[in-house]
């Protein structure tokens, strides 16, 4: 299947500081890309969708000016954690998919990233 | 009630034997659900996608009930490597993708 790289897998940062995560898809183009997080025990929560040459679209309750999402190219999303705080940590993955003429529009999910906001 | 829901287990199973789970979802509408497999800090990675005449990948089985609005997963003669987080995937009224808390499973030497 495709492949998704993301950058780091883990970061410590302490509170007030910005934490960027890097999100590609390696062999394949995807203009369209997902980043989730999740808690622990708790189900992936879809934060909101990453658009290649337009603005990310949030879900309810996650502030944008706090998760600042680029889409510069076809094959790299950017999360920016900003003035991150303890309540933040969290495992924050991302997804691309990968159409390919498929009938199902499968995901494929990076790695993810640990973050621990001291 | 909720958009993609799961028994969160803990199912604890002997090897070698058949274990099954439910999700059951609310849109009625949607037409594409996916299993996936979780490992603990790992990322999700697809186990299979259910088809509407139900899907059958080696011990693996899945299987879609339109009019109670559930899939379900049943694996056979399980492995201790079976052992993982089982995420149900389905689409909401909107085209997104949603997914259930996971059911957790421990397949018991």
């Known amino acids: 299947g495709a492949v998704v790289s993301q950058h780091p897998s883990w970061v410590i940062c302490k509170s007030g500081t910005s934490v960027k995560i890097e999100c590609r898809s390696l062999d394949f183009q995807a203009t369209t890309m997902f980043w989730y997080r999740q808690f622990p025990k708790q189900s992936l929560m879809l934060m909101a969708t990453s658009n290649e040459g337009s603005k990310a679209t949030y879900e309810q309750g996650v502030e944008k000016d706090k998760f600042l999402i680029n889409h510069a190219s076809l094959t790299l999303s950017t999360l920016t954690v900003t003035s991150a705080h303890p309540e933040d940590s969290s495992f924050y993955i991302c997804s691309a998919r990968d159409w390919g003429g498929g009938l199902f529009n499968e995901q494929f999910f990076g790695p993810g990233t640990r973050l621990t906001v001291l | 009630r909720k958009e993609v829901e799961q028994d969160p287990g803990p199912f604890n199973v002997p090897e070698g034997a058949t274990v099954a789970f439910n999700c059951t979802y609310s849109?009625?509408?949607?037409?594409?659900f996916f299993w996936y497999r979780q490992d603990c800090r790992k990322e999700p990675k697809l186990l299979m996608s259910?088809?509407?005449s139900g899907n059958e990948d080696g011990r693996f089985t899945a299987q879609l009930n339109r009019a109670s609005q559930y899939i379900s997963l049943l694996i056979r003669d399980s492995k201790l490597s079976d052992s993982a987080t089982y995420l149900c995937v389905g689409m909401n009224r909107d085209d997104k993708i949603i997914f259930g808390k996971g059911t957790r499973l421990h397949i018991l030497p």
């Open positions: 259910v088809y509407s």
């Open positions: 849109n009625s509408a949607s037409q594409s």
